[in-house]
């Protein structure tokens, strides 16, 4: 089978897995690529990898565009997708109301999983929270950082640390099994980022590519984008 190549950021995975069979209805193609740490998916674009459309970060998007990676009349918005906590399910959800609340929580785990702390969105954040905690010392023996935040989660459904706790996209907790989300990041650690596609430049099936994006983006799949993580 024809395939459409695409590299995207892990927060866009479950929905495009629940896209497969329409867009094959739809176009007779199949749906291949790479999901991770979005810095990692733009500089496998960078580097030559082929692809046909990518999900990254709006600003990772625009900036590609400008390099005259992605097509710029392509790129459209696909949804809001919020940093959160995630615990086993078997485990009870910690209630996270404010800074002392998370830094507390966050001192009470024994092993801390994370994605990427410099290459992807969720990773980079939670340094900075850490930082704004106080506690990236204090915690940095107890972090279990990994190349992407599907990765980080699998890797937490497995644990046998007596208390651990997840940090990553809302998307990838809840497309993990064994993981339930168990809440927001509390006011002044919040994120909310809002995911976006384009066509490359170099893409060999533009036109499956766009197909592709239409029904990532459109109405008919709205109640699909809420169910695995996205906001409008």
Do not use: W
């Amino acid at each position: 089978m024809t395939t459409v190549n695409i590299l995207s950021g892990g927060a866009a995975q479950g929905l495009v897995r629940g896209l497969t069979e329409p867009f094959k209805t739809q176009t007779g193609f199949g749906i291949d690529g790479a999901f991770g740490a979005v810095g990692v998916m733009a500089d496998k674009l960078r580097a030559g990898t082929p692809a046909d459309l990518v999900i990254l970060t709006q600003a990772l998007l625009a900036k590609l565009a400008q390099e005259k990676l992605v097509i710029p009349s392509s790129i459209a918005d696909v949804g809001r997708v919020e940093t959160a906590l995630a615990v086993r399910s078997r485990d009870p959800k910690v209630a996270v109301k404010t800074e002392a609340d998370l830094r507390e929580v966050l001192r009470a785990a024994n092993a801390i999983h994370v994605p990427d702390m410099k290459a992807s969105t969720a990773g980079q954040h939670f340094a900075k929270v850490l930082d704004r905690l106080g506690i990236a010392y204090e915690v940095a023996s107890r972090l279990k950082i990994f190349p992407n935040g599907a990765t980080a989660m699998r890797e937490l459904a497995s644990s046998t640390a007596t208390h651990p706790i997840g940090c990553t996209q809302a998307t990838e907790i809840i497309a993990t099994d064994g993981i339930a989300l168990s809440g927001s990041l509390p006011p002044g650690c919040e994120l909310v980022t809002m995911y976006t596609a384009g066509v490359t430049t170099r893409a060999t099936h533009p036109s499956e590519a766009a197909a592709l994006i239409a029904l990532l983006t459109g109405a008919d799949h709205k109640e699909l984008r809420q169910r695995v993580g996205f906001a409008g």
